[in-house]
Nanobody
Framework: QVQLVESGGGLVQAGGSLRLSCVAS????????MGWFRQAPGKEREFVAA????????YYADTVKGRFTISRDNAKNTVYLQMNSLKPEDTANYYC???????????????????WGQGTQVTVSS
């Protein structure tokens, strides 16, 4: 049974930083591309960042480029999202997701990802 468990969310002031973590189990983590998505109240889930299974490729939504960094530690079955210079519009529930094993390239669609965590709430106050 695949499980993805996010942590690290919380309340932070605008301009602050948070680091999200997602621990995976039940799959060969080192072979899966991973992504972070977010969903604000009343809005659709949207892509934030993705990293390839070899960690040699990353891709970001324009709204977070230059402020967020995705990384992974395959020895710990963990993917991270470092979020700096946070803005109130970054407020959302953040989800990690696993794409597919040994994939080529990075994907940004919600339907492209096979496994999802339960999410962790990030709230940025102005």
């Amino acid at each position: 049974q695949v499980q993805l468990v996010e942590s690290g969310g919380g309340l932070v002031q605008a301009g602050g930083s948070l680091r999200l973590s997602c621990v995976a189990s039940g799959l060969t983590f080192s072979t899966y591309g991973m992504g972070w998505f977010r969903q604000a109240p009343g809005k659709e889930r949207e892509f934030v960042a993705a990293i390839s299974w070899r960690a040699n490729m990353t891709y970001y939504a324009d709204t977070v480029k230059g402020r967020f960094t995705i990384s992974r530690d395959n020895a710990k079955n963990t993917v991270y999202l470092q979020m700096n210079s946070l803005k109130p519009e970054d407020t959302a529930n953040y989800y990690c997701a696993a794409d597919r094993p040994l994939g080529v390239g990075l994907r940004v669609g919600v339907r492209d990802y096979n496994y999802w965590g339960q999410g962790t709430q990030v709230t940025v106050s102005s």
